[in-house]
């Protein structure tokens, strides 16, 4: 079924089991960009857009807005196959990209996507992994429900595993500091990389 437009607000329902609650301590990892254009640190939730991404609950035309939002994973893996989707090449010195994991503060209260919600509410699993724009529509409906949720819990579209759509209920959920956090062209990192990219068919420069 594809994925048609998202119902108002007021007539998303959930059940107790449409909502996963990610144990403290778990681990989420980030690829991200420290030099460029809208640079966000690792323990920050971007607050432009919109972007191209799929959850973006951001409204046009593009601005700095109050709600934010931050793509995580569990696997290295699934960081990479997500960024660098376009190309598939992994470019470890353009915008000096950084790999960075953390453990959240405390329990995070995540809506999930993966389950029966989605067809409850007039939706399908390809909410994971449909056209953005429609995504993008669904993020802002759920977001306007329910502002007080820490974020989505969703499959990628490149692994199909499972990732972490942080949003802005989660800004208090970053520690002081990463538990690593290293740019991706440090020599340390070659061996975990290289074995991610095998992983997924993607090339490392």
């Given at each position: 079924?594809r994925?048609g437009?998202a119902?108002?607000?007021?007539?998303?329902a959930?059940?107790?089991?449409?909502?996963?609650?990610l144990?403290c301590?778990?681990?989420?990892?980030?690829?991200?960009?420290?030099a460029g254009?809208h640079v966000v640190g690792w323990?920050?939730l971007?607050?432009w857009?919109?972007?191209?991404?799929?959850f973006?609950p951001h409204?046009?035309?593009?601005?700095?807005?109050?709600?934010?939002?931050s793509?995580?994973?569990f696997d290295?893996a699934t960081?990479?196959a997500?960024?660098?989707?376009?190309s598939?090449?992994v470019?470890?010195?353009?915008?000096a990209?950084y790999l960075?994991?953390w453990?959240?503060r405390r329990?995070?209260?995540l809506l999930?996507?993966?389950?029966t919600?989605p067809?409850?509410?007039?939706?399908?699993?390809?909410?994971?992994?449909?056209?953005h724009d429609?995504c993008?529509q669904w993020?802002r409906?759920?977001?306007e429900?329910w502002?007080?949720?820490?974020g989505?819990y969703?499959?990628?579209?490149?692994t199909?595993?499972p990732?972490v759509a942080?949003?802005?209920?989660?800004?208090?959920?970053?520690?002081?500091?990463?538990?690593f956090?290293h740019a991706?062209?440090?020599?340390?990192?070659?061996g975990?990389?290289q074995?991610a990219?095998?992983?997924v068919?993607y090339r490392l420069?």
């Amino acid at each position: 079924m594809r994925l048609g437009r998202a119902p108002h607000p007021a007539e998303l329902a959930d059940e107790a089991d449409d909502w996963v609650a990610l144990p403290c301590p778990s681990v989420l990892w980030r690829v991200h960009r420290t030099a460029g254009d809208h640079v966000v640190g690792w323990g920050e939730l971007r607050r432009w857009g919109p972007s191209d991404a799929s959850f973006d609950p951001h409204e046009p035309p593009p601005s700095f807005q109050p709600i934010g939002i931050s793509y995580t994973s569990f696997d290295v893996a699934t960081c990479l196959a997500e960024v660098y989707q376009v190309s598939r090449v992994v470019n470890t010195v353009f915008d000096a990209p950084y790999l960075t994991a953390w453990s959240p503060r405390r329990e995070l209260r995540l809506l999930d996507l993966t389950g029966t919600w989605p067809v409850r509410n007039g939706a399908s699993h390809s909410i994971n992994t449909g056209c953005h724009d429609l995504c993008r529509q669904w993020a802002r409906a759920i977001y306007e429900h329910w502002p007080d949720a820490d974020g989505l819990y969703y499959s990628s579209a490149m692994t199909g595993r499972p990732c972490v759509a942080l949003r802005t209920a989660a800004a208090d959920s970053f520690p002081a500091r990463p538990s690593f956090s290293h740019a991706l062209a440090a020599p340390l990192l070659r061996g975990l990389l290289q074995a991610a990219v095998n992983e997924v068919g993607y090339r490392l420069i």
